[in-house]
């Protein structure tokens, strides 16, 4: 699942895609999230190897993997969510 941290209308859903042609399997964007600068891919226990290659797949630095709270989002059933901030749609437009 990808949430849109950014200013930037429809991110979430290019990113989406950017990750669904990568082999990715990828649900319908999340809601929009308070703006933040960095991007960040979050995982479920056990999925932190998925996450890391994820992680790189969008050229974002493995600091920006960490393991999921549901207390900043609910990805619902996915393990991996990505959250994307400013620096990463200003790359994907």
Same mark, same amino acid.
């Given at each position: ?5 950014? $200013? ?7 990113? =989406?895609?950017?990750?669904? /042609?990568?082999?990715? $399997? ?5 809601? =929009? ?11 479920? /226990? +056990?999925? +932190? +190897? @998925?996450?890391?290659?994820?992680? =790189?797949?969008?050229?974002?630095? %493995? ?5 999921? &709270? %549901? ?5 619902? $059933? /996915? &393990?991996? /969510?990505?959250?994307?901030? +400013? @620096? ?6």
């Amino acid at each position: 699942m990808v949430f849109n941290a950014s $200013d930037v209308t429809g991110v979430a859903t290019r990113v =989406g895609a950017r990750l669904k /042609a990568q082999g990715w $399997d990828v649900g319908s964007p999340g809601a =929009g999230r308070p703006a933040q600068n960095n991007s960040i891919v979050m995982y479920r /226990a +056990d999925f +932190d +190897d @998925e996450a890391r290659s994820l992680a =790189g797949g969008l050229a974002l630095p %493995t600091s920006a993997v960490v393991a999921l &709270d %549901t207390a900043v989002v609910s990805p619902g $059933d /996915a &393990d991996l /969510a990505v959250i994307v901030g +400013d @620096e990463l749609a200003e790359r994907v437009g």
